[in-house]
């Protein structure tokens, strides 16, 4: 047989024991948040019909999902179902090869599952899920085909408590991971309408704020020429930019905010509804987060209707770690109607580089095994196994290491898993019972029974 070179498709990685364990830290810590918060744990199958998905994202976004091809010889299949005139196109050919593919994200299974299942959960339903989904992007640094996406929605409640809680998730599970020092910015798509009325072009609310959503990026006069190419005029650009670059906190913005938008029904509406969001949160402790009123926050406008979030370390030069907010009619697509929800996502990966960046991750996050045995030879194993028995019926992650390896090896294999305790068992020890006990950490050791081993690492 011939050597294959081992090798994953691109844009996919493996993780390691350390990543692994690093990363289940981040999703323990969150999950942890979300239950506190009567969120439930739910899961979808990695495919979905192709049906499922398509027309769900866009004309790009059909592009990038991965269609699986039918069992059996769809090929033969394909050749018998021949258009008239004998010619296949790309387009044409997919229903005949292809009734699968791989989620894109875990939004619309998730619609699919409330329709599917509506007669069984309890409105408002309050879901997150934590599962990997897979787009056919170019890969790049950051960009991945296989990632994990960390949602939690609730569907089935306009009531803007749902916002408010939203932000103190973010705060909450974001604290409890270490940083320091990160804002949750907090728009309204009611607003961002207002304001395209305000200038006269309601009909251009997506170049709009295409456009303001690259002011950090850009810069205002890369804003104004954008949309300067795209139709908007001089006496346009003059009324949007005091609104853009709106200063003061909060509260000042609101004030200002409803004077400019006096006119507009729908932007005193979205005005309404922060102000009743900031209004639930001072009934809460916010942490660590700053809330930021951000008027340039756009985040997908086809697809939210009311308040819209984004999350950004100040700690690392990093791009958003959160983000999500309010869209009406989630199930519709499946003939489900008027069933608002509203939703945010963790950027798990880019939160991962945040804490590795910052060196927040607990050292027990890359352990695994607390307390390794180690012993000299065919008659300590013997004597070991029982005590490594009691140790596991304690519920200790124990390991033993087999006999025939020099002491300093065994020490060595503590050293790279990162196992902060070791047991030496020679002769000695077990003639008087007593066990060589090491904290790997401070080098310091001792002889004790086996019992007062798992009464100290039991309190560890």
């Known amino acids: 047989m011939a050597t294959i070179k081992a090798s994953v498709p691109k844009g996919?990685?493996?993780?390691?024991?350390?990543?692994?364990?690093?990363?289940?830290?981040?999703?323990?810590?969150?999950?942890?948040?979300?239950?506190?918060?009567?969120?439930?744990?739910?899961?979808?199958?990695?495919?979905?019909?192709?049906?499922?998905?398509?027309?769900?994202?866009?004309?790009?976004?059909?592009?990038?999902?991965?269609?699986?091809?039918?069992?059996?010889?769809?090929?033969?299949?394909?050749?018998?179902?021949?258009?008239?005139?004998?010619?296949?196109?790309?387009?044409?050919?997919?229903?005949?090869?292809?009734?699968?593919?791989?989620?894109?994200?875990?939004?619309?299974?998730?619609?699919?599952?409330?329709?599917?299942h509506q007669n069984e959960i309890t409105f408002p339903f309050k879901r997150f899920q934590i599962q990997p989904v897979w787009r056919a992007d170019r890969p790049q640094k950051?960009?991945?085909?296989?990632?994990?996406?960390?949602?939690?929605?609730?569907?089935?409640?306009?009531?803007?408590?749902?916002?408010a809680e939203f932000i103190c998730i973010y705060d909450e599970a974001l604290t409890k991971l270490g940083l320091k020092d990160f804002s949750i910015k907090i728009n309204n798509r009611k607003i961002l309408t207002g304001i395209a009325e305000l200038i006269g072009k309601p009909g251009q609310i997506v170049d709009m704020t295409v456009a303001i959503d690259k002011l950090d990026k850009i810069g205002l006069e890369g804003v104004e020429n954008e949309l300067l190419s795209k139709g908007f005029t001089s006496s346009d650009l003059e009324i949007l930019k005091p609104v853009i670059l709106l200063n003061g906190n909060n509260e000042e913005k609101l004030d200002r905010l409803k004077d400019i938008l006096k006119n507009s029904e729908n932007g005193l509406k979205g005005i309404e509804e922060i102000e009743t969001v900031l209004a639930y949160l001072s009934n809460f402790e916010i942490k660590t987060a700053q809330i930021e009123l951000d008027l340039t926050l756009a985040r997908g406008l086809n697809y939210y209707t009311g308040c819209i979030f984004e999350v950004k370390t100040n700690e690392v030069a990093m791009g958003s770690i959160g983000g999500g907010g309010r869209y009406d009619d989630l199930t519709g697509m499946f003939g489900l109607k008027n069933l608002t929800g509203a939703g945010v996502s963790f950027g798990a990966d880019r939160i991962y580089?945040?804490?590795?960046?910052?060196?927040?991750?607990?050292?027990?996050?890359?352990?695994?095994?607390?307390?390794?045995?180690?012993?000299?030879?065919?008659?300590?194993?013997?004597?070991?196994?029982?005590?490594?028995?009691?140790?596991?019926?304690?519920?200790?992650?124990?390991?033993?290491?087999?006999?025939?390896?020099?002491?300093?090896?065994?020490?060595?294999?503590?050293?790279?898993?990162?196992?902060?305790?070791?047991?030496?068992?020679?002769?000695?020890?077990?003639?008087?019972?007593?066990?060589?006990?090491?904290?790997?950490?401070?080098?310091?050791?001792?002889?004790?029974?086996?019992?007062?081993?798992?009464?100290?690492?039991?309190?560890?």
């Open 353 to 460: 580089d945040v804490l590795e960046e910052l060196d927040l991750f607990p050292k027990a996050s890359e352990e695994s095994t607390k307390v390794l045995i180690c012993v000299f030879g065919e008659e300590e194993e013997r004597y070991a196994i029982p005590v490594l028995a009691k140790l596991r019926r304690a519920a200790i992650n124990s390991e033993l290491y087999p006999f025939g390896s020099k002491m300093k090896k065994q020490m060595q294999y503590a050293n790279d898993k990162h196992i902060p305790y070791t047991i030496v068992i020679g002769g000695d020890e077990m003639q008087s019972g007593k066990l060589a006990f090491k904290n790997m950490d401070s080098g310091e050791q001792r002889q004790i029974t086996v019992e007062e081993i798992i009464e100290l690492l039991s309190n560890a």
């Open 142 to 163: 950051g960009r991945y085909r296989e990632f994990y996406q960390c949602d939690v929605d609730v569907v089935g409640s306009d009531s803007l408590l749902n916002e």
């Open 12 to 116: 996919t990685r493996d993780f390691g024991p350390i990543e692994t364990q690093k990363r289940n830290y981040i999703y323990n810590t969150i999950k942890s948040v979300f239950r506190k918060y009567g969120y439930q744990e739910i899961q979808t199958p990695t495919m979905e019909n192709l049906d499922t998905l398509t027309g769900k994202y866009g004309e790009e976004g059909d592009k990038l999902i991965f269609k699986i091809l039918n069992s059996g010889d769809f090929y033969e299949k394909a050749l018998s179902k021949k258009p008239a005139d004998n010619v296949f196109s790309s387009k044409s050919i997919l229903s005949l090869i292809s009734e699968k593919a791989l989620r894109y994200d875990l939004t619309v299974p998730f619609a699919r599952f409330v329709v599917m």
